[in-house]
T-cell receptor, first 112, second 114 residues
Framework: DGGITQSPKYLFRKEGQNVTLSCEQN?????MYWYRQDPGQGLRLIYY???????QKGDIAEGYSVSREKKESFPLTVTSAQKNPTAFYLC???????????FGSGTRLTVV | EDQVTQSPEALRLQEGESSSLNCSYT??????LFWYRQDPGKGPEFLFT???AGEEKEKERLKATLTKKESFLHITAPKPEDSATYLC???????????????FGKGTLLTVNP
């Protein structure tokens, strides 16, 4: 079955460490996205990519980095520069940037 | 600045008690409005896309409608399994532009008691 796989489901990080969240899709979608979800807030866009080897900053890109070397993969690195990294991270994809999104099951990151 | 406001923040219903959730928006260049359902600890699940005022879409006990300023998600005779957070999102973009991102509301937490 086609879908989006995020791993790991839970991730713990020490302060000052970088950590990479995985997102893989087998839907043959061109566009991919990373959102952050905090309690009481809507989903906020971190980065998005319309096509391989291209990506743009979203509303809250500071402290994050991404790459899009393959159509299927869009990993997100949370760097030590991100002041409040503890959150639920959601990856999504769409056939094109004009279409509705399919979401992964999320990664819950906790800084300890 | 584009804004999406969902109300109420939380809604508690008895099984079979119909109601509506609201999503109001202030955006320029609306291209589409999306409804998602999210269960605790999981990613949002797509429900509907609406593109123009007057449009309606239905799926089982859910019906989504759209006006020029808001959208409603009507839930008819809900069951406990309809309990979830319902998210509304708007897609904005300019003709010839590439910034067709989704802006989400904070969601409505629906609880349906048996």
């Amino acid at each position: 079955d086609g879908g989006i796989t995020q791993s790991p489901k839970y991730l713990f990080r020490k302060e000052g460490q970088n950590v990479t969240l995985s997102c893989e899709q087998n839907l043959n979608h061109d566009a991919m996205y990373w959102y952050r979800q905090d309690p009481g807030q809507g989903l906020r866009l971190i980065y998005y990519s319309q096509i391989v080897n291209d990506f743009q900053k979203g509303d809250i890109a500071e402290g994050y980095s991404v790459s899009r070397e393959k159509k299927e993969s869009f990993p997100l690195t949370v760097t030590s520069a991100q002041k409040n990294p503890t959150a639920f991270y959601l990856c999504a994809s769409s056939r094109t940037i004009l279409d509705g999104y399919t979401f992964g099951s999320g990664t819950r990151l906790t800084v300890v | 600045e584009d804004q999406v406001t969902q109300s109420p923040e939380a809604l508690r219903l008895q099984e079979g008690e119909s109601s509506s959730l609201n999503c109001s928006y202030t955006v320029s260049g609306l291209r589409g409005l999306f409804w998602y359902r999210q269960d605790p600890g999981k990613g949002p699940e797509f429900l509907f896309t609406l593109y123009s005022a007057g449009e309606e879409k239905e799926k089982e006990r859910l019906k989504a409608t759209l006006t020029k300023k808001e959208s409603f998600l009507h839930i008819t005779a809900p069951k406990p399994e309809d309990s979830a957070t319902y998210l509304c999102a708007v897609q904005v973009g300019n003709s010839g532009g590439s910034n067709y991102k989704l802006t989400f509301g904070k969601g409505t937490l629906l609880t349906v008691n048996p």
